[in-house]
């Protein structure tokens, strides 16, 4: 089933669709926070964010690297090491997320009651 076409296309027009489609993923704004951290490697990455699984993880850090906002560094040694990195694009969403856990932040009281 590799001729799988999604149903719905991406409206390219729209720049908030774009952004959707890229973060879009239960810890996709975790993993590249983590990696802008400077955990770096696998192992890290499932340490700092533990209730998500290593195939989950796996397959978000995969997606990422597709949309261009990670890249993963591969060494020739052995045992095997691989880390991961942002890429320039990848680094243009910081302040953005960034921002918006600082408006997290700022609603912290009201959101809390709300979302009880």
């Known amino acids: 089933m590799s001729d799988y076409k999604k149903k719905l296309s991406v409206p390219l027009e729209c ?31 499932q340490r700092k964010i533990p209730k998500a699984s290593r195939r989950v993880l796996d397959v978000q850090l995969n997606q990422l690297i597709g949309h261009g906002i990670i890249r993963k560094i591969t060494y020739d040694e052995l045992p095997l090491k691989v880390e991961y990195e942002l890429t320039p694009l990848g680094q243009t969403l910081i302040p953005v997320i960034a921002s918006t856990a600082q408006w997290g932040e700022d609603h912290r009281g009201e959101l809390e009651v709300l979302l009880r």
Do not use: A, Q, T
């Not at 996709?28 to 770096?40: D, M, P, R």
């Open 15 to 45: 720049g908030l669709h774009l952004f959707m489609v890229v973060v879009n993923g239960k810890w996709k704004i975790s993993l590249i926070w983590c990696i802008h951290s400077g955990f770096k490697r696998p192992s890290e990455l």
